[in-house]
Structure formats: C-alpha cells, structure tokens
C-alpha cells in the first residue's frame, strides 16, 4: 500500500500535504478567525443587545436616544431631565409637572386636578421634602403591598417602585425615585405604555450643585419618636436632643409648640430654636396663606429679604419660607382644622447667629421635616 501511495504521488495523482510552517500557518489562521467570531458576539451582546424592557440602562457605549429630546429644568430644585422631543408639558404648581404627547393636549390644557396620579395619561414629575424610606412607607399605607427595586439615578441609590392601585384609581402606578439634599424625586405613571419612556427620562436626570446619597448621610444617628394624641401628629428627631411641649392642655387645646433643645458644653438646655407649632383654625380654611395671616396677623409673601416657595409635608401642600439674609427656614401647612408649621429662625432683635447655621442643627431640621406625620 505504502508503494502504491508513493507512485501516485510520482506521477502528481494525490496532492502533497501541508509540511512545516505551512501547517503553522494555517493553524494560527483558523485560531485567530475563531477569535474573531468571539469577540464580535461578546461585543454585541454587552453593547448592542436589547435588555428587555430596560434596554434605555445601556452602557454608555449604546446609542443614546434621547439626545435629541427636550429638556426640562427644574431651578427651584435644581434638577434637569429629558423628555421625548414631540411632547408637551403643563405645570400643576405644588403638584408637580406632566408630560404628555401632543395629541393629549386637549385632555390637559384646561383642567386642574388634585394629584398627578389621577390624570388619564402622561408622565408626572413631582418633588416633596424627605426621604425615600418616608415615600416608601407612604406608598404602602396608600397603596398596600408596593414593589421597590434599587435603583442608580444620576449617580445616586434611586428606587424602581411598582405599586398597585389606590384611591379610587384603577391602574397600577410606576415609579422612578431618587433622594438628593433631602428631597426626593418623582418620575411615573399610571400608563403601561409609558414605562419605556418613563425609564428613559429617569436615566437622564442631572443635578446643578452638590449631591449627597441618602446611604452616606446620617447614617450614625439614631432618632426618638415625638407623637402628639391631642393634635395628631409625630415627628422623628436626633437621641442627643430633647423635647419641651407647651401647651396642647387645658386652656391651650388645640394650639401649642414643641421646642427642641440640646445641651451645652456645661450640661445646661438650651434651645436650638427650632420649633414645631400645631394650632387649631377659627375659622377653618384649606388656605395657608389664609390661615398664616389669621393667626399672625401678616401676610405670608415675598419681599426684600424672604422668599416663598411651594412644596409638600406629609404628602399636603405647604409653603416653604427662606431668607436671603439667613439661614433661617419655616414650612407652614394644612390639615383638617390645625394649621402646622416647622420652622428655625433667629432672633432679629440681638442678631442671633440663625440656628442653621450649626450643622447638627440643621440635620435635625431636615430630620424633623421628612418624618413628620399626621396621625
């Protein structure tokens, strides 16, 4: 056999096979073209490939299809998204801002509604005072058994909550959720057809200014719990402080203030001056202004050296004061027959330096703010 093989190959009837660094050759090739395919799958998958529903989470390397979107900035609260170029957008105040497409634009144009979430269509945006642990667990006590997934949002630990129907609504609610500087963000829906959009402008919120994650802030204090039975309400604030109530009794039913206190490097009380108020409403009006001008006697307005802004407490409307001149804050709000407020201010009178000002101080604030509640 051995013979015949070699007279074929005498005569050139069987071709030579590859000898050497021919078959070398031919090896590294195959090899290198193997390669090839690999990593064009790899590459595919990692920055092409849809991700389902959550495709607009891509690494940055994807195409970016909103760069051609409109912006939306929001200066009082210094954040900024996108929304789709051909929509449209109506402010609602206190409430929050809707964005809807342009043939929705007759079902909004001219009506008011008490909540977003009670439109018929569109994506809300809303901002409120606290924390999203806080909007968490009002979520459940309006809605019942919420779905919160963790969430990155502008470099943040943001929520994806899903929420099941509540208030007389008959469709589920979803829900992007970011806290920065002691608010919390909202972006969501009620429509099924707008969770791609919805989780596209959530993916291109932006802040002006410092940021701060909510998992960095505070997370070393431990907070008591203040409730007030008589005129219903609670509020966290720092172990370290305390609490001096007056009023709330006898003659004072109905009116009074919690006044918060700390001591000082030689063990005395002294005030923070920070001061929560709860006053009952002759007569009763849903109007803070109203009711601020009832019971002060002056009006609660914008001038040379305050500023008036709308904002939420408690998921109520309410009015935010600051001053130019100070740190000084109040928040002033309605519930049932009380009117609220939460404020820190110093005294004009001796030019105090304001209670603010301190750090700590200015904590509990925010603490006080975002956890209070109505009973």
Same mark, same amino acid.
């Given at each position: 056999?051995?013979?015949?093989?070699?007279?074929?190959?005498?005569?050139?009837?069987?071709?030579?096979?590859?000898?050497?660094?021919?078959?070398?050759?031919?090896?590294?090739?195959?090899?290198?073209?193997?390669?090839?395919?690999?990593?064009?799958?790899?590459?595919?998958?990692?920055?092409? !490939?849809?991700?389902?529903?959550?495709?607009?989470?891509?690494?940055?390397?994807?195409?970016?299809?909103?760069?051609?979107?409109?912006?939306?900035?929001?200066?009082?609260?210094?954040?900024?998204?996108?929304?789709?170029?051909?929509?449209?957008?109506?402010?609602?105040?206190?409430?929050?801002?809707?964005?809807?497409?342009?043939?929705?634009?007759?079902?909004?144009?001219?009506?008011?509604?008490?909540?977003?979430?009670?439109?018929?269509?569109?994506?809300?945006?809303?901002?409120?005072?606290?924390?999203?642990?806080?909007?968490?667990?009002?979520?459940?006590?309006?809605?019942?058994?919420?779905? !919160?997934?963790?969430?990155?949002?502008?470099?943040?630990?943001?929520?994806?909550?899903?929420?099941?129907?509540?208030?007389?609504?008959?469709?589920?609610?979803?829900?992007?959720?970011?806290?920065?500087?002691?608010?919390?963000?909202?972006?969501?829906?009620?429509?099924?057809?707008?969770?791609?959009?919805?989780?596209?402008?959530?993916?291109?919120?932006?802040?002006?200014?410092?940021?701060?994650?909510?998992?960095?802030?505070?997370?070393?204090?431990?907070?008591?719990?203040?409730?007030?039975?008589?005129?219903?309400?609670?509020?966290?604030?720092?172990?370290?402080?305390?609490?001096?109530?007056?009023?709330?009794?006898?003659?004072?039913?109905?009116?009074?203030?919690?006044?918060?206190?700390?001591?000082?490097?030689?063990?005395?009380?002294?005030?923070?001056?920070?001061?929560?108020?709860?006053?009952?409403?002759?007569?009763?009006?849903?109007?803070?202004?109203?009711?601020?001008?009832?019971?002060?006697?002056?009006?609660?307005?914008?001038?040379?050296?305050?500023?008036?802004?709308?904002?939420?407490?408690?998921?109520?409307?309410?009015?935010?004061?600051?001053?130019?001149?100070?740190?000084?804050?109040?928040?002033?709000?309605?519930?049932?027959?009380?009117?609220?407020?939460?404020?820190?201010?110093?005294?004009?009178?001796?030019?105090?330096?304001?209670?603010?000002?301190?750090?700590?101080?200015?904590? !509990?604030?925010?603490?006080?703010?975002?956890?209070?509640?109505?009973?």
């Amino acid at each position: 056999m051995v013979q015949d093989k070699n007279k074929l190959n005498e005569v050139g009837l069987e071709p030579d096979k590859p000898k050497g660094h021919i078959r070398g050759i031919w090896a590294l090739t195959l090899i290198l073209a193997f390669a090839i395919i690999i990593a064009g799958g790899v590459y595919f998958i990692l920055w092409y !490939a849809p991700w389902g529903e959550s495709s607009y989470w891509h690494r940055k390397g994807s195409v970016d299809e909103t760069k051609d979107w409109q912006t939306y900035t929001d200066k009082t609260n210094n954040a900024s998204f996108k929304y789709p170029k051909d929509w449209k957008n109506k402010d609602y105040g206190s409430i929050g801002v809707l964005f809807y497409q342009q043939d929705q634009e007759n079902q909004f144009k001219d009506k008011e509604w008490e909540g977003l979430a009670l439109l018929p269509g569109g994506i809300g945006y809303h901002v409120e005072t606290g924390t999203i642990l806080n909007t968490l667990a009002k979520f459940e006590s309006e809605h019942g058994s919420c779905i !919160a997934e963790d969430k990155k949002i502008a470099g943040l630990d943001g929520k994806y909550v899903e929420c099941p129907p509540a208030r007389g609504l008959t469709k589920t609610l979803w829900y992007y959720l970011v806290e920065n500087t002691g608010k919390t963000y909202y972006l969501f829906t009620v429509e099924e057809s707008n969770k791609t959009i919805l989780g596209k402008m959530a993916g291109t919120i932006k802040f002006s200014g410092a940021t701060a994650s909510p998992t960095t802030s505070q997370s070393n204090v431990r907070y008591k719990t203040y409730t007030n039975s008589i005129d219903k309400f609670s509020f966290e604030y720092p172990e370290n402080l305390y609490i001096l109530p007056e009023g709330f009794t006898g003659e004072h039913q109905g009116s009074g203030t919690v006044k918060i206190l700390k001591k000082s490097d030689d063990n005395l009380l002294i005030p923070t001056k920070i001061e929560v108020t709860s006053q009952r409403m002759s007569p009763q009006t849903t109007d803070i202004r109203a009711a601020y001008k009832a019971i002060y006697t002056s009006d609660l307005v914008d001038d040379s050296i305050r500023r008036i802004t709308d904002t939420t407490i408690a998921g109520v409307p309410a009015l935010k004061e600051t001053y130019t001149d100070a740190e000084d804050m109040g928040y002033y709000f309605v519930s049932g027959e009380y009117f609220y407020s939460i404020t820190a201010h110093m005294s004009r009178v001796d030019e105090d330096t304001s209670p603010l000002a301190d750090k700590d101080n200015k904590s !509990a604030f925010d603490h006080i703010v975002s956890s209070f509640k109505f009973l």
